[in-house]
């Protein structure tokens, strides 16, 4: 039975508790029948320091081959079951953090693996989509990536990661600012000067405009996206870059209903800043569009109010320039609803939308006026896999059927109540909690933040870093409020300790 606490969110939310606990416990049987020797909230079993000695021996190996600065532990995946993930070493963890938020259903979620065994022949044969696809793969798109599809667009394309998505997309905008100042797509006269110019990697074939993007703000590692990355220095150092403009990101204070005025100042200021920054940069490098993501991930779980994001989409309107929406993080069902940009209720919907991660396929979605015409513009060899729609196609089944939006908004509600209390315990250690629905933050203070990600690590939770000072959580869509009391107990048994 979940706790009194969970019971007070439903009724916060103006849900029903009868039909929501119901529906919570007869899936609590239903799974702990398909992971038989898993209880669905068993505390985690650690059993050797981690990383422990046969992870350690692995790193070893691997670092002969390539570096494994970043590498954190060496998994059993075969082992590993929804919400837990069983490392080299045979220590069951808590997973709030998914493969860095890519698994929407967990581990070896037993619909995910029928489809997968189902699939043996598409996992073989790899199609080059853009060229050869499968004779099923129009009803696979509409089946999965469309059902999916965030209001008012219905063209979608698919890539093989995030930072593909995002590169192509920042392309499909400079195709679609051309088309706008040509008149069409590309110039009818195959001796135009265009044609011979962008072979240099000159002007007018290679035209001087920009992407305009945000401070902290992360999309991507490719040679485009980095130019609009500004998260980690580490990430941009040595790189050659475009000289492109970056707007402030708003620094708002938490939690935000506390602090009204000054953060709507901040936001009114960050909004001059992009309109400044467009006139300034118009007669050397035109702003073509902007790219934002609706929380920054990277960055720091940065948020801004549903407000600024309208204003922007108003402001880009406006100028006449493209408006990104980045999801690559914050899509499929995460923050309560499917796409977070949906929270803001925007007029307009944007015009392109950016998607990986958790959708399991990299892609976005994007307007039909943004359509190309010309073959070639945007394509590669593999343009994703099918095998990720199909896997898709069962994913967004079982969000329906078993409502893992409402799911994801209540128990990011419980989790966000119960690190408040934490807050209050142990303010010298933790502060600004933030979120939505299961996308969740908190500043770490004092630079304890290693300290407390090992200290609770060793205790069997994993999560994520975020920004200089913040953790993340990003947990499967099947996190419960039983599985935050297990890791709220961790984090107050680790504050404890990193206090005494």
């Not at 508790?17 to 909230?41: A, P």
């Not at 400044?276 to 109010?305: C, F, Y």
């Not at 493209?322 to 803001?344: K, L, N, P």
């Not at 994993?462 to 890791?487: E, Q």
Request: overall charge neutral; some cysteine; proline content about 5%.
């Amino acid at each position: 039975m979940l706790s009194i606490t969970a019971k007070q969110t439903f009724l916060k939310l103006g849900r029903s508790w009868t039909c929501c606990i119901c529906n919570f416990e007869s899936r609590f049987m239903r799974t702990q029948e398909t992971t038989k020797d898993y209880n669905l909230c068993m505390k985690p079993q650690v059993q050797t320091e981690i990383p422990g000695p046969q992870t350690r021996k692995l790193t070893k190996e691997m670092d002969k081959i390539q570096n494994t600065a970043v590498l954190s532990l060496f998994c059993n995946f075969e082992k590993s079951k929804l919400n837990y993930l069983v490392d080299a070493d045979g220590n069951i963890l808590l997973d709030c953090f998914q493969q860095i938020s890519t698994l929407p259903l967990g581990y070896n979620h037993p619909t995910i693996l029928e489809q997968a065994h189902q699939s043996a022949s598409t996992i073989a044969n790899r199609p080059a989509i853009g060229y050869f696809p499968s004779s099923d793969f129009p009803a696979l798109v509409t089946n999965s990536l469309l059902k999916a599809a965030p209001k008012g667009l219905t063209q979608v394309v698919t890539m093989g990661c995030g930072s593909c998505a995002n590169e192509n997309a920042y392309k499909s905008l400079f195709f679609w600012y051309m088309k706008k100042q040509r008149g069409e797509e590309v110039p009818a006269d195959v001796h135009d000067i265009a044609y011979t110019s962008c072979m240099k990697n000159q002007a007018p074939g290679s035209p001087k405009l920009s992407i305009l993007s945000f401070d902290g703000g992360f999309h991507g590692r490719t040679i485009g996206t980095l130019s609009t990355t500004h998260s980690k220095a580490l990430h941009k150092l040595d790189v050659p870059a475009f000289d492109w403009p970056v707007a402030p990101f708003p620094k708002l204070k938490y939690p935000l209903e506390e602090y009204g005025r000054e953060n709507a100042q901040e936001e009114a200021r960050c909004l001059a800043m992009v309109e400044d920054l467009i006139e300034q940069w118009k007669d050397t490098r035109p702003v073509a569009g902007m790219v934002i993501e609706p929380i920054q991930a990277e960055g720091g779980d940065n948020h801004a109010s549903d407000d600024f994001f309208r204003k922007l989409r108003n402001i880009a309107t406006k100028n006449k320039i493209g408006f990104i929406c980045d999801e690559v993080q914050t899509g499929m069902a995460i923050t309560g609803r499917m796409w977070a940009h949906d929270y803001w209720g925007l007029e307009t919907p944007p015009d392109i939308v950016t998607f990986a991660k958790k959708m399991l396929s990299g892609g976005f979605y994007y307007s039909d006026d943004f359509r190309w015409k010309h073959g070639y513009r945007v394509v590669n060899t593999w343009m994703g896999e099918p095998i990720k729609l199909m896997l898709l196609e069962k994913v967004l089944e079982v969000v329906q059927s078993q409502n893992l939006l409402l799911q994801a908004e209540i128990t990011g509600h419980y989790i966000m109540n119960g690190l408040r209390q934490l807050e209050k315990l142990f303010p010298e250690l933790l502060s600004c909690i933030r979120g939505r629905g299961l996308f969740i933050a908190a500043t770490v203070e004092n630079g304890k933040r290693e300290k407390f990600v090992t200290n609770l690590l060793q205790k069997g939770v994993l999560i994520g870093k975020c920004g200089d000072h913040s953790v993340r959580l990003r947990p499967s869509l099947l996190f419960t409020p039983a599985h935050a009391d297990i890791l709220l107990e961790k984090v107050e048994e680790t504050a404890r300790d990193m206090r005494s």
